[in-house]
């Protein structure tokens, strides 16, 4: 095997050639030149990455730089979405950020460099790889999260996202070291092994699990780790808030597999515990406390904390008594989950992008009174975003669910598939809400919304895909399975 192996990081090598180039260009633009072009070369740049990728799907699993960076189908699938996300994002936003004076270069480079970071912890197999991809996402969403400098309640979200995101890091980096000290190796392949054969020092394996499980939760933003999530989402700028409620999750959920899955797969009995605490609180915490919330960003951030809840089900039922034969079932679930709820939460906060305008952000729902008076074709794309999240058919949301709980009901875990539905059918009366809003009640603004022919062919996309992947699930399920196994295998 090549030690080095450059091609195998071909994307990764791509994108951060591509981010360079466009932070060079906004350089070489001056601060008085007009910004219209970096925005389309960003959305070009990301092409090359995206087909980077594409070109690798369907190769047997490769290893670069000693062992510690993996390219795999799970890598590549995440990946193709992670791209897609941001791409998705920037087009949304052109017009958002151009009416609030943030149409700076710095947004859409630092956009890029977040990819990038994303896409080296996709790819890590060594823990050092994983936490450098991490910091470089993390830093470049600290700064996004500022970028709007005349906006105290901006300002503050991005102190708060700063603060709490490095104790996330410092939960991780500290179970990260625990980790080489029980096995003597920060290759995730080598911890493994470590712990299959008896050679791991139990004790400080069970002291690092702790650390790495928190660590992982304050990324997820699942409770009780859950404070930074709805004040970052009210308080930073709705196309910076997609930025970070959507790709990153992707990011979050690989690393999560990564080392819970692959590396500490022999202590499962300890962290699935930890994980089945977390998943109940942020279901029953989400739901119950979005229903309080007037504030459309508020309500989604902890919609997103129930969400995750769903996420951590199926990462915590792929083990059954020490077996792992539902292990692949179980965590394509998740998989599947979390790329629809990333496609989903892309339509929702680009829905809000749309209905904003210089001067007024569409951030409570009572901004979307009589929405379907003023436009009918994003009322209707509203709609089916609000039910998929709520879990009704025929949308994706639905099926998603359903492939969980059918995880946790096979791992006989009946009680907590239970706790599940329940937790469900609370959270529909909030985004049942919010179609009544839409439908039912009288508009205060009778504005015309005429979003640009790019972010409403997106939106269109958006709507049709988590409506077309709950009527035909089977192909992404299918790839889903596919790369999960194969990381399993590998």
């Not at 799970?74 to 992670?82: D, I, P």
């Not at 004076?101 to 994983?130: D, H, K, P, W």
């Not at 991809?133 to 970028?147: D, K």
């Amino acid at each position: 095997m090549d030690k080095l192996n450059l091609l195998a990081a071909l994307p990764e090598i791509v994108l951060l050639l591509v981010a360079c180039v466009v932070l060079i260009a906004d350089v070489v633009r001056g601060r008085g030149a007009p910004v219209s072009g970096i925005d389309r070369l960003a959305l070009i740049a990301l092409f090359a990455p995206f087909f980077a990728v594409l070109s690798q799907t369907g190769s047997p699993t490769e290893y670069a730089f000693n062992g510690m960076y993996v390219a795999d189908e799970f890598a590549r699938l995440l990946k193709l979405c992670a791209c897609v996300a941001t791409a998705v994002t920037l087009l949304y936003a052109r017009a958002y950020i151009a009416e609030r004076q943030m149409y700076r270069g710095e947004f859409y480079t630092l956009a890029l460099f977040s990819l990038l970071g994303q896409m080296v912890m996709i790819s890590s197999n060594n823990l050092l790889v994983t936490y450098m991809g991490l910091e470089l996402m993390s830093l470049s969403l600290y700064a996004l999260a500022a970028l709007r400098r005349d906006s105290g309640r901006a300002t503050e979200a991005a102190i708060k996202y700063f603060v709490l995101g490095a104790l996330a890091s410092g939960f991780l980096l500290y179970g990260m070291s625990m980790l080489y000290g029980g096995t003597g190796s920060l290759d995730l392949p080598d911890i493994a092994k470590a712990i299959a054969t008896g050679q791991a020092n139990r004790t400080v394996m069970v002291f690092g699990v702790v650390f790495i499980v928190a660590g992982l939760a304050f990324k997820f933003g699942a409770v009780p780790f859950h404070m930074w999530v709805p004040d970052v989402y009210h308080g930073t700028p709705t196309a910076v808030t997609l930025l970070i409620a959507g790709a990153p999750k992707l990011a979050a959920f690989a690393i999560a597999f990564r080392i819970l899955a692959e590396g500490l797969i022999g202590v499962a009995a300890d962290w699935q515990q930890m994980l089945t605490v977390l998943s109940v609180a942020s279901l029953v915490v989400g739901n119950l406390v979005a229903i309080a919330q007037t504030n459309l960003k508020r309500m989604l951030a902890y919609s997103t904390i129930a969400q995750v809840g769903f996420v951590l089900l199926g990462l915590l039922s792929g083990v059954v008594g020490g077996d792992p034969k539902g292990a692949p079932e179980a965590y394509s679930g998740s998989l599947f989950y979390i790329i629809t709820y990333v496609l989903t939460t892309l339509g929702t906060f680009g829905l809000i992008q749309m209905m904003a305008r210089a001067g007024f952000e569409a951030e409570e729902i009572s901004d979307l009174r009589g929405l379907n008076r003023r436009s009918p074709w994003m009322a209707l794309v509203a709609l089916v975003l609000m039910f998929s999240l709520a879990g009704i058919p025929p949308t994706v949301g639905f099926y998603a669910k359903l492939a969980v709980i059918q995880s946790v009901v096979a791992a006989g875990m009946i009680w907590l598939a239970v706790l599940a539905v329940l937790a469900s059918l609370v959270g529909a009366f909030y985004y049942l809400r919010v179609v009544k809003t839409i439908y039912f009640d009288e508009p205060e603004d009778t504005a015309l919304l005429a979003p640009g022919a790019a972010a409403r062919a997106a939106m269109g996309v958006n709507g049709a895909l988590v409506l077309l992947l709950g009527v035909l699930p089977s192909p992404l399920m299918s790839a889903c399975l596919n790369a999960i196994r194969q990381a399993l295998a590998s």
